[in-house]
């Protein structure tokens, strides 16, 4: 810059110990950056050295320059500092030139830096002992971020968000410390919602005496979903899709129709559902609610091997199964006997990679099998089928296409506020026992305390969270025996334990009153939850005959994943499940599941395979699967081969069968043909 002063736009003066610097703009642009020091005269305070800064160096101007600069300059802001020894030196200096400056605040840290940066009451971010400007804050916030492990864009946006909402710094980046401050860690409330519905009475139904007692006694009037159902045709044996929130009713609906079917010699009644520790619970449930009324057993894979030995029993009135273990008695063509009622119970599973495709079979096969039934056997008229689901994002198309009614109800009887707050693998238990400890200390308006679920994703992590609570708390998981669990379930129902921990993969049968849900990963197994399993697991939270509402946390590892093969981060994850829209529940077929399941169709169909195919809910490319399956050996024309039997009988995929025969063929032991199956599993 040379040494002749030009007219600028604004002069910018800020204390800096003893000396003052000063930066001048010219149409946005810094023109000028330098000190100058001031000293006492008769006449005042006067320019003692005016120092201009070029790439580092201090190049000494004549002091009267700076007095020409400042005359030159459109504006004159003043950074607002403490006076020295009770005066305003540098105001008076100017007043003595009779020069205007007006008094800002500005960010001292710009201001150090050569730049002037004005603050405001609703600009400035209060960080420790100071105030400075947005830029300056969001610069140190993501240092932080950086030092923490990096987030995703998505997690420093709502970062941001806090930091402009608050203007404090220090309570951001505490929340990265995995403190606690409900005000910033909450994401949002999803409030409570009630559909108005008029609610049948129990007295009115057309049902079996026997079952029509025991209801009147239970209620004087149906839920809101139960009378929707009703409304719908579910006593005149109407086909429905219940879709509605965790906790509003939806079993019980297909209790009604299948037990009063059972009652009236219309059928047995079939109850499944995806896992077997939730078979495990129904069955238990409906021997001691209805073993009474008829006799009830379970089905959940080859043979039922329990605590007491008993086996499956094809004839029994009420069948509890998993999806597998009644696909497998159709696979091995086991007769069910009259089947009046099908209920599948959380129906989403449909669009899940593993299980999807084999349910859209099974509910093929079992369809054939009742209507096959119906054509031998006179005075049997076929199923009534009941699909209940809490989550379903296209439920007219899915309703549609299972040709079933749509029974929809929108209702959360107790608003669920969700936070987010971030902490690593070590700290989260630290976290999660200060939050059981708050939710036990407390009592809601109904004379509950507060309790928790916590879902992690394996069992070992289930019993090193339940160790590390102060309060009593629990692990709840499948590897637990029948007594274990319902041991547990008492103990939580008696208020003796403050919380749960269970594994996602158990999400869907856990029943219990919990005001609280902590989610301690964001994973199952070694998958991101989907957003259908993420809003039934937080469902949990709040019931209304117990909380006035439902707490959520989600802690959040920042830039963590389970498994290489995850490819997003927990951290980008939290923020697609909180925002994102409920996934279409829809079967994709990929050749291995076509041939999978055009192999067990006509292990049970033969030659009506070709149209078990064509009723499901997925696209199957038949004619490629059928010449798959002739390549491979697995079927003679459309005869399934012995080959063939054994590999649809163990629900082995082409590429587990073909794994296990050459296996086989170079002697190896079982026990190292199943190592390198789990290998290969790891590995895909």
């Not at 009420?318 to 009046?340: M, N, P, Q, S």
């Not at 102060?470 to 590897?479: F, I, K, M, T």
């Not at 080959?643 to 163990?650: F, H, M, S, Y």
Request: aromatic share 6%.
């Amino acid at each position: 810059m040379s040494k002749q002063v030009t007219r600028v736009d604004t002069l910018f003066l800020h204390q800096t110990g003893d000396d003052y610097l000063v930066v001048a703009r010219r149409d946005g642009k810094r023109v000028l950056r330098g000190k100058l020091e001031l000293k006492e005269t008769n006449a005042g305070p006067r320019p003692l050295r005016f120092l201009v800064t070029r790439k580092g160096e201090d190049s000494p101007r004549d002091p009267s320059q700076f007095v020409e600069l400042a005359r030159s300059a459109a504006r004159i802001r003043i950074s607002q500092q403490t006076p020295k020894d009770g005066r305003d030196e540098l105001k008076e200096m100017l007043d003595g030139y009779q020069l205007e400056a007006l008094t800002v605040r500005t960010c001292r840290r710009c201001a150090v830096n050569g730049r002037y940066s004005p603050i405001t009451d609703d600009t400035a971010i209060k960080a420790e002992h100071e105030h400075i400007c947005r830029d300056c804050a969001v610069q140190e916030l993501e240092g932080e971020l950086s030092f923490a492990g990096g987030l995703t864009q998505a997690a420093q946006e709502r970062l941001e968000e806090l930091l402009y909402e608050t203007g404090d710094l220090t309570r951001i980046t505490n929340l990265l410390q995995g403190e606690l401050d409900p005000d910033l860690t909450k994401f949002d409330t999803i409030s409570a919602t009630t559909e108005d519905v008029e609610l049948v009475e129990t007295s009115t139904l057309d049902l079996h005496p026997n079952l029509k007692s025991m209801l009147t006694e239970r209620f004087d009037t149906l839920l809101p979903v139960q009378s929707l159902a009703i409304d719908n045709g579910l006593l005149d044996g109407d086909d429905q899709l219940v879709v509605s929130a965790t906790a509003t009713g939806k079993t019980l609906v297909g209790e009604l129709a299948g037990i009063n079917r059972m009652l009236n010699d219309d059928g047995k009644m079939l109850f499944l559902v995806p896992l077997v520790a939730l078979a495990n619970q129904k069955h238990e449930d409906f021997k001691e609610r209805y073993g009474h009324l008829g006799k009830v057993t379970i089905r959940v894979g080859a043979s039922r091997i329990n605590d007491d030995g008993n086996r499956f029993d094809p004839n029994a009135d009420v069948i509890v199964g998993t999806y597998e273990g009644i696909d497998h008695a159709l696979r091995t063509g086991k007769d069910l006997g009259d089947i009046g009622t099908v209920v599948i119970d959380e129906v989403h599973t449909l669009k899940e990679e593993e299980r999807g495709h084999r349910l859209d079979g099974m509910i093929a096969r079992l369809k054939h099998y009742c209507e096959a039934r119906a054509k031998r056997r006179e005075g049997y008229g076929g199923a009534q089928w009941i699909y209940l689901s809490a989550t379903v994002g296209n439920p007219k198309w899915l309703a549609q296409n299972l040709r079933a009614n749509l029974v929809e109800y929108e209702d959360r009887p107790v608003p669920i506020e969700r936070h987010v707050t971030f902490a690593d693998g070590q700290e989260k238990p630290r976290i999660e026992n200060r939050l059981v400890r708050q939710a036990f200390d407390s009592k809601s308006s109904k004379g509950y305390r507060g309790q928790t679920i916590i879902f992690t994703n394996s069992r070992r992590r289930c019993h090193e969270i339940a160790r590390k609570m102060d309060y009593n708390a629990a692990a709840y998981h499948a590897g637990l025996d029948y007594g274990q669990r319902k041991r547990v379930e008492r103990q939580f129902a008696n208020q003796d334990l403050a919380a749960v921990v269970t594994t996602a993969a158990l999400a869907a049968g856990v029943d219990f009153p919990a005001s609280q849900v902590i989610f301690d990963t964001l994973a199952m197994g070694i998958e991101w939850l989907s957003v259908q399993e993420f809003s039934q697991m937080l469902g949990r939270a709040g019931r209304p005959d117990y909380h006035d509402k439902g707490v959520v946390y989600l802690l959040v590892e920042p830039d963590a994943s389970y498994h290489n093969t995850m490819e997003m981060t927990e951290d980008e994850v939290a923020f697609k499940l909180l925002k994102g829209e409920m996934e279409e529940v829809r079967t994709v077929y990929d050749q291995s599941s076509a041939v999978e399941e055009t192999l067990a169709n006509i292990v049970v169909a033969g030659k009506k395979a070709k149209a078990l195919n064509s009723r499901m809910l997925g696209e199957v490319p038949t004619t490629h699967a059928v010449g798959k399956l002739l390549e491979w050996g697995f079927i003679d024309g459309l005869d399934p081969t012995p080959l063939g039997l054994a590999v649809t009988r163990q629900f082995l995929s082409p590429r587990e069968a073909f794994a296990i025969l050459d296996g086989i063929r170079k002697g190896s032991s079982p026990y190292e043909i199943v190592a390198d199956l789990e290998l290969d599993e790891e590995g895909r």
